[in-house]
């Protein structure tokens, strides 16, 4: 890890350009999320290192949003950065983000969620398709997918401890396409199956329970699943279902709450689930062979895609190789 700058008399903060920043309109909710991230930094880190480092987290974030009027922050970006930050420093760190804003995270950084509640309905499409059991109990639940918002929107690095399991993630979701976190949210409530049907029906018990997110998944396995499922169920199938979905996913990134009160069943699901389940029963086709059967031409593209995943962090230092060649043009530090 590069060494962080000292934070002094010639610091920026203290400078004009801490004065230029001070009066971005985000800069007040940035410092309050940077100030909370202290369980982001390696343990035992010096302070002054660590302070450093948030410093300069501040100024990647503020740098992005003020080269891009059109992206809007939202609490939990910063875990994202911060991670790029760690691994690679500053300047190569607000390359990627400013590329990664301007098209993984973008439907992140509208200025309502209705994007990000779009992609959180393609979760149950997926859960339906894999197992009708989970699916059906969770629409008994009343759930929803709030539960899976922050996962969603900081890449999982908001609720991991570890922080090797984070890197290992991003490299995986650098390798593939924007919505493979949201499936990789599904088969990790697919893995839970047994402990969701065993919960209490009941939607503060699921939620709480789907909220926690164990540690010790085996990860290697679940992005294996991810990739295999993204490829028997691409969103292109999906998307009639998402759209069709009545979302009722937190109005607002703070602190993730849980409007419970908003949530509701999924009536157009249900009932087309049952309407399919009708057919596969006259038909004598199980719901399970229906989906566990990839065509020869999709096996060959899973591989293909899994393919990209095997060697750990070649998808990263390829983007890093990439953002080489925009940093220069971005004139990251005038």
């Known amino acids: 890890m590069k060494k962080s700058r000292n934070v002094g008399a010639s610091s920026p903060v203290n400078g004009k350009q801490g004065n230029d920043r001070e009066n971005n309109k985000d800069y007040n909710q940035v410092l309050l ?13 010096p302070d002054e290192q660590r302070e ?16 891009n009027p059109q992206l809007h922050y939202y609490q939990g970006y910063h875990d994202i950065v911060v991670t790029f930050l760690l691994v690679v420093g500053e300047r190569l760190a607000t390359a990627l983000v400013e590329k990664l804003s ?20 393609y979760l149950m499409p997926i859960i339906e398709r894999v197992n009708p059991e989970v699916h059906d109990f969770m629409q008994q639940a009343e759930v929803g ?4 918002l922050s996962w969603l929107i900081t890449w ?15 490299d995986f979701f650098l390798a593939c396409h924007p919505l493979m976190p949201i499936y990789f949210a599904a088969v990790i409530v697919l893995y839970r199956e047994e402990e969701v049907l065993e919960c ?21 396995t679940l992005i294996s699943r991810a990739g295999d499922l993204f490829v028997q169920f691409p969103p292109s199938e999906l998307a009639r279902e998402a759209a069709s979905h009545e979302s009722m996913a937190s109005s607002t ?16 699901l249900r009932r087309r689930r049952r309407q399919k389940q009708a057919a596969l029963e006259s038909s004598g086709v199980s719901s399970v062979v229906a989906v566990a059967q990839p065509s020869a031409a999709r096996r060959f593209v899973r591989l ?11 998808a990263a230092l390829a983007v890093v190789n990439t953002a080489l060649e925009w940093a220069p043009k971005l004139d990251l530090f005038p």
Do not use: W
Not at 200 to 219: F, N, T, W
């Open 145 to 148: 997918t709030v539960f899976a």
């Open 304 to 314: 293909a895609v899994m393919g990209l995943t095997v060697a750990l962090g070649a």
């Open 200 to 220: 209490e029906c009941d939607m503060a018990m699921v939620h709480h329970l789907l909220s926690q997110i164990p540690q010790d998944l085996p990860y290697e």
């Open 253 to 268: 990134f703070k602190d993730f709450e849980l409007a419970s009160a908003q949530q509701r069943p999924d009536s157009v």
């Open 33 to 45: 999320d940077v100030q909370r991230s202290l369980r982001r930094f390696p343990p035992g880190m």
């Open 52 to 67: 450093g480092l948030q410093e300069e987290l501040i100024d990647i974030i503020l740098r992005v949003l003020q080269r």
């Open 102 to 121: 301007t098209h993984h995270l973008r439907d992140f950084m509208d200025p309502t969620m209705d994007n990000t509640k779009h992609i959180l309905n």
């Open 156 to 170: 999982f690095g908001h609720v991991l401890s570890d922080f090797r399991h984070v890197v290992r993630l991003y």
